[in-house]
């Protein structure tokens, strides 16, 4: 396994997310193309909890406990900032 090019990828990665929504406003943030669709705020969240709920669990587990089950990713989460996901809809600030 490539650790360090994987981290680097990572890294670059927060970096360009960093760099397309620098400047973006609240409102900007929070507009939706369609009732159906993701504004700026929800695809950056759920980035996010991809990163910090599931990748990082799941490598741990990958990494330390290879026998044991993955969880499943669709659970209810609640988070400290006030953000919410249910499994299936769409972030709720």
């Known amino acids: 396994m490539h650790f360090g ?3 680097q990828l990572l890294l670059q990665n927060s970096e360009r997310i960093r760099l397309l929504v620098q ?3 609240a409102e900007q943030a929070q ?3 369609a009732p159906n669709s993701w ?3 929800e695809v950056v969240n759920h980035l996010l909890d991809e990163e910090r709920e ?3 669990v799941r490598l741990d587990i990958i990494l ?3 026998d044991r089950k993955l969880p499943p990713i669709d659970l ?3 988070r ?3 953000i919410v996901r249910v499994a299936g809809n769409n972030w709720r600030t």
């Open 31 to 33: 507009w939706k193309p």
């Open 64 to 66: 330390h406990e290879p």
């Open 54 to 56: 599931d990748f990082r």
């Open 39 to 41: 504004s700026i705020l």
């Open 23 to 25: 400047g973006v406003s």
């Open 76 to 78: 209810i989460l609640e």
């Open 5 to 7: 090019r994987s981290k």
């Open 80 to 82: 400290t900032s006030g």
